[in-house]
């Protein structure tokens, strides 16, 4: 797969099925209801990819401020996106996080995680998506299903974001973008 990167980070490392990337300050991927405001600053590290898929990796940030995180991105345009995020949130801990745009954010906060690093996954069927994580990459916990109706070929990577901080350094390991051969999105085995 050709990669490539939008928004220079402060520093990437590439190394086979892993990457680290280093969001500088005020990075940010959100187009904000309440304001109509739009950010658009975040280091994107993607690939294109056509039809169904599953994007999976570890993903490992260095937390330092609310809000600073690990994720992956699928993205069709600045209206048209997702973002499944590994986050420092501002309920005062780690956790799952995913936002969905279709003109404006939505921002929806899961699960605690006590973990320093998981396993994400995200897996298009048509234009039916499933968020998941898991501790172990065995077991799959679902975060959220949804539709949006996206174009066959979109970009889909990795990106650290910090939107108030100084920058957040994140760790993509075991990268896997392939095909998706789950007739189940919501429980795939």
Not at 14 to 26: D, L, P, Q, S, V
Not at 119 to 129: A, E, H, L, S
């Amino acid at each position: 797969m050709n990669f490539q990167m939008i928004n220079s980070p402060v520093s990437y490392q590439c190394n086979g099925k892993n990457i680290t990337i280093e969001a500088g300050k005020k990075t940010d991927l959100f187009n904000d209801m309440c304001s109509d405001s739009r950010y658009s600053n975040f280091p994107f590290y993607y690939t294109l990819f056509e039809g169904d898929f599953v994007i999976r990796c570890k993903v490992a940030p260095e937390f330092k401020e609310t809000y600073d995180l690990g994720c992956i991105v699928i993205f069709e345009n600045i209206d048209k996106w997702i973002k499944f995020a590994f986050e420092n949130a501002d309920s005062g801990h780690p956790a799952m996080v995913s936002v969905v745009t279709d003109g404006v954010s939505d921002d929806s906060n899961g699960e605690k995680i006590d973990e320093s690093e998981i396993w994400m996954q995200v897996i298009r069927k048509g234009n039916n998506f499933a968020l998941h994580y898991s501790i172990d990459k065995e077991k799959w916990i679902l975060v959220r299903i949804f539709k949006l109706d996206m174009n066959k070929e979109v970009k889909v990577g990795f990106s650290a974001q910090s939107p108030i901080g100084e920058g957040c350094k994140v760790r993509f390991e075991g990268i896997e973008i392939i095909d998706n051969n789950y007739k189940n999105i919501r429980k795939p085995e």
